[in-house]
């Protein structure tokens, strides 16, 4: 059943929230330029950790679960069509993750995953007439682990696909150009290294802890989410948002958000003492609902983030919550070509989520 969740009533709230805080943020909340309101359809119930999420050219949904899975919502459908069911290791964090469609899918019909087996590894797929065929693993030997195995997974605007990687809890790996752990990687469709590439290898920036989410501005600026520290080194919380670009050093395990000196390079933005967990994001350009603004999903933060970046100086203007206090943890987030967002909850398996399937996938829009 579909159910629609005024958002007239969280924006009083949240300015009320804000109120109270005496938050330092005071730029207007952004009101589309028009008469339509914001509201939020649950368009998918009982899932199970809904990971990776992408659009098909003809406005279809495909996404994965972390059990395995890989679905088909057919546009103005409410039925999942399960395609495809991966034999993945999910005790953890690992499972059936991040999902991408080729940029030339109308021709090649491949579609990626990214997915954890006695390593991380991704596979390419041809999606035809709804029946989704494995092809082959394109690359394989990405270090997994319980916890810490990345899975972000998008084609760049330069048409080659990048890869965000988790440290799996051994975050030296992370500093090791030999691991493609602790990494975020530039390959083709084939698997192969990127010509261009800084250290002629897959790897495209190291010194990462745990990368989920990959974005890039309209104006070609790559933005990734970064799990900060959960008791290493004693740090905590500084979560981060880093402007990525090749052949730099983020920093783990040698610094956290804020420590970082010599040639380490510092988040655009970190957490500080907060925790966001921060997973899939999603950069809406001048003419979305919110418009020059990293959206990303929270999963510990229970919030979507949204943070409004000058693309041009790279600066952050302003960082606002939404939904705060409505959702419980939220994990992947895109936008449809309708402008309309796509993002999933991630509740299954932990405290407060009493059944074996209740995730859900959400469309924000206007109407
Ligand atoms: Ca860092």
């Given amino acids: 059943m579909r159910k629609t969740i005024s958002l007239t009533v969280l924006l009083i709230s949240l300015v009320f929230f804000y109120c ?78 991040g999902i991408c469609i080729d940029p030339l899918f109308s021709t090649n019909h491949y579609v990626y995953a990214y997915e954890t087996t006695d390593s991380n590894r991704i596979v390419r797929f041809k999606l035809e007439n709804d029946v989704l065929t494995k092809d082959k693993v394109i690359l394989g030997g990405i270090p997994q682990a319980q916890n810490h195995d ?130 899939g994001c999603v950069w809406l350009g001048p003419s979305s609902i919110w418009p020059n603004c990293l959206v990303v999903g929270a999963l510990r933060g229970k919030r979507l983030l949204r943070i409004y970046i000058d693309p041009i100086s790279k600066q952050v203007i302003s960082q606002k919550d939404t939904l705060s206090g409505t959702f419980n943890r939220l994990r992947n987030i895109i936008e449809n070509q309708d402008g309309s967002l796509i993002f999933g909850s991630s509740n299954v398996g932990t405290q407060g989520s009493e059944l074996p399937e209740d995730d859900k996938i959400y469309k924000l829009h206007l109407k």
């Fill in 150 to 279: 990345g899975g972000a997974l998008k084609f760049g605007p330069d048409g080659y696909l990048y890869v965000g990687t988790g440290d799996v809890t051994q975050g030296t790996l992370a500093q090791d150009k030999n691991s493609l752990a602790g990494k975020i990687l530039r390959i083709d469709r084939e698997g192969a290294p990127v010509s261009g590439n800084p250290f002629n290898s897959r790897i495209w920036t190291y010194g990462h802890r745990n990368v989920q989410g990959i974005t890039w501005t309209h104006t070609g600026l790559m933005l990734a989410t970064e799990h900060g520290p959960s008791g290493e080194s004693g740090w905590i919380a500084h979560d981060e948002i880093n402007i990525i670009s090749p052949g730099k050093n983020y920093g783990w395990p040698l610094a956290r958000a804020g420590t970082e000196t010599d040639s380490l390079t510092p988040p655009l933005i970190h957490s500080g003492n907060d925790t966001w967990a921060p997973s």
């Fill in 20 to 97: 109270k805080k005496d938050h330092k943020i005071e730029e207007p909340e952004p009101v589309p330029s028009s008469p339509k309101k914001l509201v939020i359809d649950a368009l998918l119930t009982n899932l199970q950790i809904p990971w990776g999420m992408a659009e098909l050219p003809n406005g279809d949904l495909l996404f994965s679960e972390r059990s395995g899975r890989i679905n088909l919502l057919k546009k103005n459908e409410t039925q999942k069509k399960n395609l495809y069911t991966g034999q993945v290791q999910q005790n953890g964090e690992g499972g059936m993750l």
